[in-house]
Structure formats: C-alpha cells, structure tokens
C-alpha cells in the first residue's frame, strides 16, 4: 500500500464529524453572537473584527490593543473574556 491509499501525505482534507468546527469557526460565531447582543463588534474584513480599540484576527488567534499597544494570542479564551480583559 502506498501513500495515497491510506492518506498519508494525501493533500484532501479529511472530513470533520459533524458539528465539529474549527476554533477560528467558534471565534467567528461568537463574535457574531456578541454583535447580536448590541456589543459594538465591526467586521472590517473577512480576517479583522475590531471592537472599540480591540482589533481581533480569529483565523490566526490574535489580538491587538490600539490604545495600549499591547497584543498576544487569543489560545482558548471566549471571546467575551478577551473583550472584558483587554478591550
């Protein structure tokens, strides 16, 4: 058996279980609920979302204060506990 018959190296991504999404696909989700809720959350664009002087990157887990200059990694935080602590 070689690489491609068991998916070893194969480029196809393999499906995910149904309901399973990504963290970036959770981060989008509940900035969207926030935004529901009346939270000031702007989708500048498909990659940045900026609340107040917040701007969050949820594809790549990150995070930068304009007003501090300050930034880290978002890691497992909820997005309502990154907007409390750093927003």
């Known amino acids: 058996m070689n690489s ?3 998916g ?4 196809i991504p393999t499906e995910r279980p149904v309901g ?3 963290t970036a696909h959770r981060r989008e989700q509940e900035l969207r609920i926030l935004a529901k809720e009346g939270m000031p959350v702007v ?3 498909r990659w940045k979302c900026k609340i ?3 701007c969050i990157w949820p594809q790549s887990g990150r995070w930068w204060n304009e007003i501090t ?3 880290g990694r978002i890691n497992s935080q909820s997005m309502r506990m990154l907007i409390e602590k750093f927003g």
């Open 8 to 11: 070893v190296g194969s480029r």
């Open 43 to 45: 989708f500048e664009t």
């Open 52 to 54: 107040g002087p917040l």
């Open 20 to 22: 399973i999404g990504t």
């Open 4 to 6: 491609d018959e068991d």
């Open 69 to 71: 200059m300050t930034g």
